[in-house]
Structure formats: structure tokens, C-alpha cells
């Protein structure tokens, strides 16, 4: 039985008071820890026992690994054991968890965490774990990407101990409080999805001419959409003679093909997407040599309907920006088209300074005759996306092709129509667009008071003084100096009691 190094009165010093009758010490003190099995891929089993990995406590739909024979006691576990990961990625993959899944096996890289609940409340132990599970992290070795944290270092990580019925009692306040706050969460995450849907229907309300259709029974020499497509068509080959490029012939919607589209206001016609721009071409399908600083390059994820993300992104020189913008080279008012990884996505570009794009983004050249704005919306409301999404091909590299991509149907209208549509559109999303800045800010809120709770839990401020005597009233109330005495005298006794 290892012994811990008790603390001393310097390292004490350094710590915030806690109140009477709690005193400070180190998890090691408390509780004695047993690392899992460290099982190779080969010896997995479709069948048997199951074995606990980290993405097993992370995520309750993550499948098991099996275990097709026996082995040493110690690894076995069942419902209520107290776990303790200590292996992953800082942030998602470190933390206590009370295992309740039925008996199990457990894997490298996790604690059993085995304690006498006679002086220690177990609930009380993971939420204190998993509130400073921030320092152990500091403590953790290993890069960025994946950390470790020793035995050693975890055991001697400090903790604040206060007597069992306080601990309990601060456990139920927490999980109300908890119970209260996730309450909130929840509806807040309601209203977020419900956001969505409607954006959603705002935008099929507008493509199916529901949100214009008093203006338009204002208005009587309203063009025709079909004139509209014959000047596109004009604009297209202007478009292509002016850049010295080959105008792709695009396929016409059939008879068969239009009657199974939904009716459209009169003046209204379907196209397709390839019949309203004169060019559609992506980056390079090879990641360029990046550079400290210099021409933005951004890829798919860069790309949102609210704008372009360039927090992130990657740098490329300007000689080679200028030699890929040969091919592709995004201008002001130009449609920004995921067509890799996330695929049909569409925001214009509205910055006036150069950047340059990856294979995972599409470039549409857009006419006079398109606002581009209208495009947009069309390309991002349900009857677009769906499509997008039936043309993106692959498993791993999803992929929306040019040429698939240019077959999207898409309904056009007037050129002041457009524009209404747009006005009408933004005028509702820019509602949608505060009230889901309000859920984010709520939401943030709602972790800091987690936190915030927790803070007061472990320094003994989150029960009240009616709460505080009445727990203090316990038939089994002694100070943690004595409980922590008696797990010290056990451990010692147990230790012994092993060398024998």
C-alpha cells in the first residue's frame, strides 16, 4: 500500500481557507487507485464481457469492445463504481464518471477509484474531481492533442474534505441546482432547434412566392421569368467572351422533370443552378504549401450562410495565390459553395480583399440578372440542400462535383422580386439572428453558473446557515480531521495486512 506524502503547513499556506471542520488533503488520502487492463486490438471479442474505454463514458451510444475470457478480479467492475479517466484530449476526454451500465471489464487509461463510503461520499468525490479536473490537466504530460496525467500526480492533487453529512448535503443541493440549471439548458437548446426550422420555413416560404405575393398583387407589368432566362442566357455568353472561356452547354429541365416540382407563382420559372451563373469552378484538389502569413486560403469549414470564418484559416504566398487564381479566383459578389466535407452551404462573398480557396470550396460567377443574395438563400433553403446532398458522393472524401452540382434546381423570378424576397427574408432572419445570439449568451451564462456553483460547493459557501446546523445535528457528524485519521489507520492496517 503506497504511502502519500501528507501535507505540509507551507503548502497549506498556499491554498484558500476552508471553513471549520474541513480540512485540505490529497486524493491519494482518500481512496485507492487501480489502472485498467491494458487489452490489445487483438485480443477484442465481438461477444463476452464488456470493456470500458474512455469514449464509453464520454458518449452512452459509443459501441463496446468485448472480452472472451477471463481475467484478474481487480479488473472487473460493476454499477456505482467510481472511474476516474485520466488519458485523451484536454477538455473532452478527462473526468470522473459512477459507471452504471452492468458488469464490465476495464481498459488502460482509467481509474477504479475505490474509496470506504463509510467516510467519503462518493458523489461528493466526482464532482470534486471534476471540478479540478482543469489542474490535473496542467499536471497532464503529452501534446495538445492527446494527454496523460501519472498516477503519481493525480494522487497527490489536492482536494477540500468536509465532514460526511456536509458532503452529502452539498451533493443534493448540487444536483438540484444542477437539475434546475440543465432544466434551462434544455429549453434554451429547444428554442435553438426550433430557430432552425423556422429559417427553414421562412425559406420555403419564399421560394414558393408566399412571402411576395401581396406585392406582387400590387404590381402588374412585372417581367416574365421566362424573358429573365433569356437575358440570363445573353449575360452568360457575354460573360464567357469577355473571360475567353468556353460556355458549357447546361441541360434543360424536361416535361417529366418539371411535373414533379412544385407549382410556382405565374411570372415564376425553374432552372437550373448551371443556367443562372456563367462559371463554376473549385481550388485545387492538393493542399498548396502553407505560409506563416500572407493570402488567406479557406476550405469548407471557413464557409457559413452568416459569412466567412478567417479566424482560423490558412495562408498561402502571393505568387502562388496569383498562378491559382488563374483558374479560380473569388471576386465581390461571387456565390461561396461548400462542396466538400459539410457540402451545400452557399454565402456571398462580400469582402474586398483577396483570398483564395481549396477544393472543398466552389466559386459561381454570377450575372446582372441574379442578385446574388437571392441565389444564396436559394442555394441554403431545404429544396436546394436536399438536392446537394443527394449529388454529394463518397464515404470518407464526400465530394459535390461541379458537374452534378450545376444540375440543382432552383426557382427565379423578376429582378425587383428578387430583391423584395431578399429584403423579406433578412428582415425575419435578423430576428432569428438576435434571438440565437441571446440562446448562445444564456447558454454561456448557464455553464458559468455551473462552475460557478461548483466553486462555492468546494469551498463550503453553497450551504446556507439553516442548512449548514441542521446537517451539523447528524448522528454520524465528526470533523474530516477525524475521518481522515481513520482512512489513513485503515490504509496503513490493509498495507500491512498485503505484505503479509
Not at 9 to 33: M, N, R, Y
Not at 205 to 229: H, I, N, Y
Request: some cysteine.
Amino acid at each position: 500500500m503506497k504511502t502519500i506524502k501528507s501535507l505540509t503547513e507551507a503548502e497549506i499556506s498556499e491554498l484558500p481557507i476552508l471553513p471549520d471542520e474541513w480540512k485540505w488533503t490529497k486524493i491519494g488520502d482518500l481512496c485507492d487507485l487501480i489502472n485498467g487492463r491494458a487489452f490489445k486490438p487483438t485480443e477484442w471479442s465481438s461477444h463476452g464481457t464488456p470493456i470500458v474505454r474512455i469514449q464509453n463514458l464520454n458518449n452512452k451510444e459509443a459501441d463496446f469492445n468485448y472480452c472472451d475470457f477471463r481475467v484478474e478480479d481487480k479488473y472487473y467492475l460493476n454499477n456505482g463504481q467510481l472511474l476516474f479517466a485520466w488519458s485523451g484530449t484536454p477538455g473532452t476526454s478527462f473526468g470522473a464518471h459512477i459507471w452504471s451500465r452492468g458488469e464490465a471489464v476495464l481498459n488502460q487509461h482509467i481509474f477504479k477509484v475505490n474509496i470506504n463510503e463509510s467516510y467519503t461520499d462518493k458523489k461528493f468525490l466526482m464532482y470534486v474531481m471534476n471540478w479540478n479536473v482543469t489542474e490535473y490537466v496542467k499536471k497532464a504530460h503529452g501534446t495538445a492533442g492527446l494527454a496523460h496525467i501519472t498516477k503519481n500526480k493525480f494522487e497527490t492533487s489536492f482536494i477540500s474534505f468536509p465532514p460526511l453529512p456536509e458532503q452529502r448535503a452539498i451533493v443534493s443541493k448540487i444536483e438540484l441546482l444542477f437539475s434546475e440549471l440543465d432544466n434551462g439548458i434544455d429549453n434554451l437548446k429547444l428554442a435553438q432547434a426550433q430557430l432552425k426550422v423556422y429559417r427553414q420555413a421562412v425559406l420555403k416560404k419564399a421560394f414558393e412566392g408566399e412571402l411576395t405575393k401581396k406585392w406582387r398583387e400590387q404590381l402588374t407589368d412585372l417581367p416574365d421569368a421566362g424573358d429573365l432566362l433569356e437575358q440570363i442566357r445573353k449575360e452568360r455568353e457575354e460573360a464567357a467572351k469577355v473571360s475567353g472561356k468556353k460556355q458549357k452547354s447546361i441541360q434543360s429541365l424536361t416535361e417529366d422533370e418539371l411535373a414533379e416540382l412544385t407549382r410556382l407563382p405565374e411570372g415564376w420559372r425553374w432552372t437550373r443552378l448551371g443556367q443562372v451563373v456563367w462559371s463554376v469552378k473549385d481550388g485545387p484538389h492538393y493542399s498548396p504549401k502553407y505560409e506563416e502569413n500572407g493570402i488567406p486560403f479557406i476550405s469548407g469549414g471557413n464557409v457559413r450562410p452568416s459569412g466567412v470564418d478567417f479566424s482560423n484559416t490558412k495562408y498561402i504566398s502571393k505568387e502562388l495565390h496569383e498562378e491559382l487564381s488563374k483558374r479560380c479566383k473569388p471576386e465581390l459578389n461571387d456565390i461561396l459553395y461548400t462542396k466538400g466535407g459539410t457540402t451545400g452551404i452557399a454565402r456571398v462573398n462580400t469582402y474586398d480583399f483577396d483570398f483564395n480557396v481549396w477544393v472543398h470550396v466552389a466559386v459561381l460567377k454570377t450575372i446582372k440578372s441574379i442578385y446574388p443574395f437571392y441565389l444564396q438563400h436559394a442555394l441554403n433553403s431545404f429544396h436546394c440542400y436536399r438536392q446537394s446532398q443527394k449529388y454529394t458522393h463518397g464515404v470518407g472524401n464526400q465530394d459535390l462535383g461541379l458537374t452534378r452540382m450545376i444540375l440543382i434546381t432552383l426557382p427565379i423570378c423578376s429582378l425587383p422580386e428578387q430583391h423584395t424576397i431578399v429584403q423579406e427574408i433578412e428582415t425575419r432572419l435578423s430576428v432569428c439572428d438576435k434571438i440565437e445570439q441571446d440562446i448562445k449568451e444564456n447558454l454561456e451564462k448557464a455553464e458559468a453558473l455551473r462552475q460557478s456553483i461548483l466553486k462555492k460547493a468546494f469551498e463550503g459557501k453553497l450551504l446556507n446557515e439553516r442548512e449548514l446546523a441542521e446537517v451539523r445535528r447528524a448522528e454520524d457528524w465528526e470533523p474530516a480531521e477525524v475521518l481522515l485519521e481513520r482512512i489513513r489507520v485503515e490504509k496503513a492496517a490493509s498495507g500491512k495486512k498485503g505484505r503479509s
